[in-house]
Structures are given as structure tokens and as C-alpha cells.
């Protein structure tokens, strides 16, 4: 029992994202099929429309439950939005891109398109959250190994 539970620990951050980058995944999908399928709108209007939604859902689920990235100042938050966005552009040139391939040059059809292109568009933005939220983390950890070392070094008595 102990193995498991070293091993949610370890791989916490994983598993919730998968948790909730799956129904980010479910809110894309079924925002796609309504505007898409029973609006009937252009299936790269409808996917636009999609990953907006889908992806302000996924900014608040993976700051606050995800990577637990605390709300401090509304410049830090500003910082977040924009890095967050920012890595998603890149996701929405790659999700659209998907879509064309899939369904313009190959000739899925669409909701097939849209699930395959979702496994895919899941997997770099995983990549690209983790370091908006760990960003911050990182640069704690790394001024905290630097201030180990002067200590190391003022208990030895290795300074002018």
C-alpha cells in the first residue's frame, strides 16, 4: 500500500491532469459537436469555438486543482493567462491544422477527426502546462539549492 501510495504522489500532477484534460477534452468535443453538428456551422468555426471553451476551463482546473498554482498578485495572474494562452496558440495552429489534414486531405469524418486530433492536442498541451504553472516552482527550487550552497560554503569557511 505504501508502493501506491508513493506512486500517486510521485505521479500526482500526471494523473489529475489526465483527469481533467480529459473532460477539457469532453467539453471540446461536445462544444464541436453542437456548433458543428446540430448549429451547422464551418467545422473550423465550430473548432475555434471549441478551444476557446475547452481551454478556459482548462486554465482555472489546471492553475487551482491540477498544478495548485496559488493566486498571489493580479500581475502573476496576468503573467499566467498570457504564458498559459500563449503555449495554447501553439495547440490551437496544431488542433486546426489536425482538422484540416483529417477531414480536407484524408476525408474522416468529422467527430472522428476531432477525437483523434484531442489524444494528440492532450498530450503537448500536458508538455506546455506543466511548465506555465511549474514555471514559478522551478525558480523557488533553483534559489533554494543556491542558498544550500553559500550556506555549505560559509559552514566550512571556504569565504574571503
Known amino acids: ?8 504522489f510521485k ?17 471540446n468535443i461536445f462544444t464541436y459537436w453542437v456548433f458543428r453538428h446540430t448549429i451547422i456551422w464551418p467545422y473550423l468555426l465550430a473548432n475555434t469555438i471549441a478551444w ?3 481551454n478556459l ?3 482555472f482546473t489546471n492553475k487551482s486543482l491540477v498544478f495548485q498554482s496559488k493566486y498571489t498578485t493580479f500581475k502573476a495572474l496576468f503573467r499566467e493567462v498570457i504564458s498559459f ?4 496558440g501553439v495547440s490551437f495552429f496544431l488542433d486546426n491544422g489536425l482538422m484540416i489534414v483529417a477531414i480536407s486531405f484524408l476525408g474522416w469524418q468529422s467527430m472522428t477527426a ?10 503537448v498541451n500536458y508538455i506546455t502546462t506543466s511548465y506555465t504553472f511549474k514555471k514559478s516552482e ?3 527550487a533553483l534559489r533554494g539549492r543556491i542558498l544550500r550552497h553559500y550556506h ?3 559552514k566550512r569557511g571556504d569565504h574571503d
Open 138 to 140: 522551478r525558480q523557488m
Open 85 to 88: 494562452f500563449f503555449f495554447r
Open 11 to 27: 505521479y500526482r500532477d500526471l494523473l489529475t491532469y489526465t483527469v481533467f484534460g480529459f473532460l477539457a477534452s469532453l467539453v
Open 114 to 123: 476531432k477525437i483523434v486530433d484531442q489524444l494528440i492536442v492532450g498530450i
Open 57 to 59: 476551463f482548462g486554465f
Open 1 to 8: 500500500m505504501a508502493f501506491i501510495k508513493r506512486l500517486l
Open 152 to 154: 555549505t560554503i560559509l
Open 52 to 54: 476557446l471553451l475547452a
